[in-house]
Antibody
């Protein structure tokens, strides 16, 4: 049973960079055929697909965020990282990581709340 | 990419059926069979209920079913139970290795 756990700073100041980490347990992060995806949900709003990365480092980003998003994978640490630069209050959200297989997100983390405020 | 369109709310009495629509375009929902549905309780991790339009993951009750016609996908919950009260989101592949979510539907069990 794959388990994912997001972690992050909780509070970030406007214009700064937001680093998030997703740690994978209970399954192989190195197996091919699937991607690790980041999703976010601002309070009271819907889900937004941020982007994904596979174990080889191949990435795909939401065009609306592409200029500010960087994802990476560290298979030795079983971690997937998301960096979002130049954050604003609009980036305040719960951030989730999930495993993407067969075009669907079959395992999700519990999410981590990030607030952008001075 | 614009979010797929879902009704903000849907409701039904216990035992009844409720159907949620997810409308896109020929470039997303209508163009690919990678439509999935998620159940989301506030404060919890979303749960995959349907993938590839109509397939159910192991453990998901067969009361949940998915279908697609043209540019609109649908999730039907039959035999509504109190535990089905949640937010539901659709998602679709939109090409170029990109995915998009629907606007979300709050299902209320009356």
């Amino acid at each position: 049973q794959v388990q994912l756990q997001e972690s992050g700073p909780g509070l970030v100041k406007p214009s700064q960079t937001l680093p998030l980490t997703c740690t994978v347990s209970g399954g192989s992060i190195s197996s091919g055929g699937y991607f690790w995806t980041w999703i976010r949900q601002p309070a009271g709003k819907g889900l937004e697909w941020i982007g994904r990365i596979n174990n080889s480092g191949r990435t795909n980003y939401n065009p609306s965020l592409q200029s500010r998003v960087t994802m990476s994978v560290d298979t030795s640490k079983r971690q997937i990282s998301l960096i979002l630069s130049s954050v604003t209050a609009a980036d305040t959200a719960v951030y989730y990581c999930a495993k993407n297989e067969h075009g669907a997100l079959d395992y999700w983390g519990q999410g981590t709340l990030v607030t952008v405020s001075s | 990419q614009s979010a797929l369109t879902q009704p903000p709310s849907a409701s039904g009495s216990p035992g009844q059926s409720v159907t949620i629509s997810c409308t896109g375009t020929s470039s997303d929902v209508g163009g690919y069979n990678f439509v999935s549905w998620y159940q989301h309780y506030p404060g919890k991790a979303p749960k995959l209920m349907i993938y590839e339009v109509s397939k159910r993951p192991s453990g998901v009750p067969n009361r949940f079913s998915g279908s697609k016609s043209g540019n609109t996908a649908s999730l039907t919950v039959s035999g509504l139970q109190a535990e089905d009260e949640a937010d539901y989101y659709c998602s679709s592949y939109v090409g170029s290795e990109i995915y998009v979510f629907g606007t979300g539907t709050k299902v209320t069990v009356l």
